[in-house]
Structures are given as structure tokens and as C-alpha cells.
């Protein structure tokens, strides 16, 4: 089994900045891809940027030059950096990792963490 937990999340003010961070643990011998979703209420959940075991970054444009995510592939972890938050970044932040598995590849998630940016 494999587990993704979010940590980070909580609320700040219009302007600051928040630092997530999502730990893979279990039956795990690669990842291939991780990243971050987004869901606000009442929206469908969308991608935030993702991060390829090489390295390669990939972010939404209403996050690039604000937000920042990185990896250690090491630890299984990656983190998302958020800075100059704005009210409308408020939602629940879900990690999630693609991992080879014996039957192909196979996407896993976090439970989420709540982020909650006031004005």
C-alpha cells in the first residue's frame, strides 16, 4: 500500500506565503511524476504543477512566479512553495504521486490540506 500525507496547509493573509509538503510512504520503488491539485468549493479540482523524477517542472498560469514546487527524491517528498497568495489560491491542496506498479502505472493521493488565504 502506498500512503501520501499533505502537511502545511492553514490560513494566512492576502500577500504571504504558505510551504506544503507531501511525504510518499509504503510499497514505493519509483515515482514517476508528483504534484498538486487544487479544489475550491463548488470547482472541479485542477492541477497546480507537477515535478518529474528528473526534474522537469510543470505549473499552471495562474501559479507561475508565485508558486514553486520541488522534490526529494530521496525522501519521496515534494514540497509547494506559495507566495503572494491571493484570496482566490483559498481550496484544498491534494498531493498526488504516479507510480509504476506491477500493473501499470498508478496514480495515488493525499487526503488534502485545507489553505485559506483572507483579504
Known amino acids: 500500500q502506498v500512503q501520501l500525507v499533505e502537511s502545511g496547509g492553514g490560513l494566512v493573509q492576502a500577500g504571504g506565503s504558505l510551504r506544503l509538503s507531501c511525504v510518499a510512504s509504503?510499497?514505493?520503488?519509483?515515482?514517476?511524476?508528483m504534484g498538486w491539485y487544487r479544489q475550491a468549493p463548488g470547482k472541479q479540482r485542477e492541477l497546480v504543477a507537477s515535478?518529474?523524477?528528473?526534474?522537469?517542472?510543470n505549473y499552471v498560469d495562474f501559479v507561475k512566479g508565485r508558486f514553486t514546487i520541488s522534490g526529494d527524491n530521496a525522501k519521496n517528498t515534494v514540497y509547494l512553495q506559495m507566495n503572494s497568495l491571493k484570496p482566490e489560491d483559498t481550496a484544498v491542496y491534494y498531493c498526488?504521486?504516479?507510480?509504476?506498479?506491477?500493473?501499470?502505472?498508478?496514480?495515488?493521493w493525499g487526503q488534502g490540506t485545507q489553505v485559506t488565504v483572507s483579504s
Open positions: 498526488n504521486a504516479d507510480i509504476p506498479t506491477q500493473w501499470g502505472l498508478r496514480r495515488y
Open positions: 509504503g510499497s514505493i520503488f519509483s515515482i514517476d511524476v
Open positions: 515535478i518529474t523524477r528528473g526534474g522537469s517542472t
